[in-house]
């Protein structure tokens, strides 16, 4: 019998997924991502709406009011909204805190006419400044606003630490926490590292990467063969998420902040799960969750149409199957089931 997640966890798929389909533009933008309802792969979709809007960062309301109207009619709605907060000026001065806000609130404004219930930004990059010129306006839109970590940023990154101590001080649920389980990787993907030997990277490291990618010395290893120059030009961009986007934190190493924590994106590359590699994250997180009553969202996001060339409906929704079984066999762990 197929195991379905607790009722009180609301799975999503992001738009991200069809990133390629969008910029393609056979199809316009709102009729693909209306379609992820619509071919029923998820009814709620986290927005990427820089792939969205024409009218990005500061989406007319024409624009958004017909978005919603046809998502609705699709029996679709919208989750998180991902913003953007762009520091610079064209003339490349940096944006004062003042004009960072103003960059910054209509795509909120836009996010609540949509009907998303939160917003999206990377960890830290509002800064405790601008978080506090926020939260009364969070407040009066009804949003809450999501710090997303990824990768290597784990919350034992002193890199990381401050944002999220400061998020825990201001003890304000308008302002949370959102995962990003690229975090927890206990091996590389298979399809990704087949692009990298295809792609001309030395065996050696090849090799080292398949066996060895939860030894944090692997860094050392990656920062020299990039020192030396001799990473292909061709796989030089996919290298870097060697540093970037993919993580080996566990999941207990998430217990500390899960109070913080409001959503979750469950990072995938691809589907190959021959021993786990895609599985147990998602196992072990459920078991996590509901040790400690998590209810919020988790939304299937797929990187590897980076070099993947798969269609992203059914990889989604081929994702989202495994991780509401995995995620459930997790939760059933505690419980004896």
């Known amino acids: 019998m197929e195991a379905t997640s607790p009722p009180r966890w609301t799975t999503a798929a992001s738009s991200f997924n069809w990133a390629p389909e969008i910029i393609s533009a056979q199809r316009s933008s709102q009729d693909i991502v209306t379609g992820i ?19 990005f960062p500061a989406p007319q309301h024409h624009e958004v009011d017909e978005f919603r109207t046809a998502l609705q009619a699709a029996g679709g709605q919208v989750s998180i909204v991902g913003c953007s907060l762009d520091d610079f000026t064209t003339t490349s001065d940096r944006r004062t805190t003042g004009q960072r806000l ?115 010395s692997i860094n050392d290893a990656v920062m020299s063969a990039l020192r030396s120059g001799t990473i292909p030009a061709r796989v030089h961009t996919l290298f870097m998420n060697l540093l970037i986007r993919f993580g080996r934190s566990e999941a207990s190493d ?31 997180l459920g078991r996590l969750l509901d040790q400690h009553g998590f209810t919020g969202t988790l939304t299937s996001e797929w990187g590897g149409h980076e070099w993947l060339q798969d269609d992203p409906s059914d990889m989604t929704r081929r994702h989202l199957a495994m991780a509401r079984n995995a995620l459930a066999a997790g939760a059933g762990d505690r419980l004896g089931q």
């Open 254 to 284: 998430l217990t500390d902040i899960l109070p913080l924590v409001g959503a979750f994106h469950l990072k995938f590359w691809d589907l190959d799960d021959a021993d786990n590699r895609v599985s147990q994250p998602l196992l072990e």
């Open 37 to 55: 309802a619509g071919n029923k792969v998820a009814s709620v979709i986290e927005l990427e709406p820089g792939l969205l809007w024409r009218t």
């Open 102 to 216: 103003e960059f910054l609130v209509p795509q909120l404004d836009a996010a609540r006419r949509v009907g998303a219930s939160g917003v999206r930004l990377p960890i830290g990059q509002a800064g405790p400044k601008l978080l506090g010129l926020l939260q009364p306006i969070l407040h009066d839109l009804d949003l809450v606003l999501f710090e997303e970590i990824q990768g290597q940023q784990s919350p034992l990154n002193p890199q990381v630490r401050p944002a999220l101590d400061h998020i825990s001080a201001l003890d304000d649920r308008r302002i949370r926490v959102l995962v990003d389980i690229s975090m927890l990787m206990p091996a590389l993907p298979v399809t990704y590292l087949e692009e990298l030997s295809e792609g001309g990277l030395s065996p050696v490291l090849c090799g080292l990467l398949a066996r060895d990618w939860k030894d944090p």
